[in-house]
């Protein structure tokens, strides 16, 4: 991407221009060798491994595994490159997800188009999906057992897209994802990894929370370059 564009799109997220600072030891390989190992649930992702990518939106669309089913007006599978390198994981549809069928296309989804090409990454060279598929009612929190539930769908698109990284926007996704109680600030600036295939797992705020709260956007840009960094030393 050209210096100007670049600059456009930090305009859009309320940052000043990036320049590379020269660091003499990178603290993310130390982090990229250490990163420990993650259980999460493979043994589903793995019961589920004979589907491809038809079959499992087909039996996510008919999914009645939690009470969400009944209150959707349609499943939100997923949407972007089938052969994408980074993989973003948010919390779960909206109003406007649930209406479209397709995650993160609100107010919080435009912001984060301009944070992913921040990082030269257009929003159809990446893949999104959600922990949920369906929209719990009035915007509320994912319930544990609709998350437990809901996992396997997104361990499988994971088992089929193969990612060289994630990206968990928000503090619901990173908990459910990492299976951790830790705040989100504990939780930045780190190298997870996720399932058996330990696929490298960074996180960053949500982007609505960054609507409401302008002033960590700052903070969010050092996660994005920092999974940058992560993406390109894997
Ligand atoms: N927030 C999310 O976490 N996911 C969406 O798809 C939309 C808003």
Known sequence: MNSGLRQEYLAALGLEVWTRRAT????LDDALRSGDALPSGDTAALRE????????????????????????????????????????VGEAPGAEEDRRGEPFVGRAGQLLNSMLLAIGLPREQVYIANVLKCRPPGNRD???????ECLPYLEQQ????????????????????????KTLGTLRQQVH???????????????????????????AWEDLKFARDVCSRV
């Open 24 to 27: 003499p030891v990178s603290p």
């Open 49 to 88: 491994a004979g589907a491809d990518w038809g079959e499992l939106k087909a039996r996510v669309a008919a999914c009645t595994r939690c009470p969400l089913s009944a209150t959707r007006t349609q499943t939100v599978f997923g949407v972007g490159n089938l052969h994408a390198d980074w993989l973003i």
């Open 158 to 181: 994971i088992a089929l897209l193969k990612p060289k990284i994630m990206l968990a926007v928000g503090r619901i996704a990173a908990q459910n994802l990492l299976r951790t109680d």
């Open 142 to 148: 994912p319930g544990p057992s609709e998350a437990a």
């Open 193 to 219: 990894r996720f399932g058996l295939a330990r696929v490298p797992l960074v996180v960053t705020y949500h982007p609505a929370y960054l609507l409401r709260t302008p002033a960590d956007k700052r903070k």
